[in-house]
């Protein structure tokens, strides 16, 4: 029987950590970031092997600068969720936000929080009131398909805390944004590609 069929390929997937955010820069000892509210990477409040990036006040952000996706269908959509930890018991409902920005080769880079083809608001997240808990959001659509230009080479991101939800500074950790690109149906692909899951760097 051959192996070529309509199949489901498994959506490929991404991460970027916080700590490693294109704005971080080391400052009198400690990494901070240069965009708004100025985020500091710290350690994980009850996990010391994990850097994050505190959010200290409402509209601490961090950006990303990287290279469109090889592996993004340009027609497809990209869906993203928020991985962050909350260092309180309390029955906090943050709010995240993602501001995205294309940028063509040889084109001037334009400011991704102010000058953004697309700002997407993730609707806010009830977190659990176990101290330390590990949290993640639902996914969204980044709306990536509707602005995108075959001319663009490399995307902005801003991934901002615009509500703390009644949580305290710094109470939000900050750990990363992870992508996926919707899965489709694919037709004439064999079965041993089929199922295809990448998690290499841009």
């Not at 018991?89 to 080769?105: E, I, Q, R, Y």
Request: charged share 20%.
């Amino acid at each position: 029987m051959s192996g070529d069929r309509i199949v489901k390929w498994k959506a490929p997937r991404h991460f970027w950590n916080a700590a490693r955010a294109d704005d971080i820069l080391g400052t009198a000892g400690a990494d901070t970031g240069q965009n708004a509210g100025g985020p500091v990477v710290a350690v994980a409040g009850d996990c010391s092997g994990l850097a994050v990036v505190q959010i200290g006040a409402q509209n601490d952000e961090v950006s990303f600068f990287r290279p469109i996706p090889h592996w993004w269908d340009r027609s497809s959509k990209v869906l993203a969720r928020v991985w962050f930890f909350h260092s309180s018991t309390g029955s906090d409902n943050p709010v995240f936000t993602v501001k995205t920005k294309f940028h063509a080769k040889q084109a001037a880079v334009a400011d991704f929080d102010t000058a953004d083809d697309a700002s997407v608001v993730f609707t806010a997240h009830a977190v659990s009131t176990t101290a330390g808990s590990l949290e993640v959001t639902d996914w969204y659509d980044l709306e990536w398909d509707q602005h995108i230009v075959d001319t663009d080479i490399a995307v902005g991101l801003i991934l901002a805390c615009t509500d703390l939800g009644s949580a305290s500074a710094n109470e939000i950790e900050l750990y990363g944004i992870q992508f996926m690109l919707e899965a489709e149906y694919m037709t004439t692909r064999r079965e041993t590609t089929a199922n295809m899951l990448l998690e290499q760097p841009l």
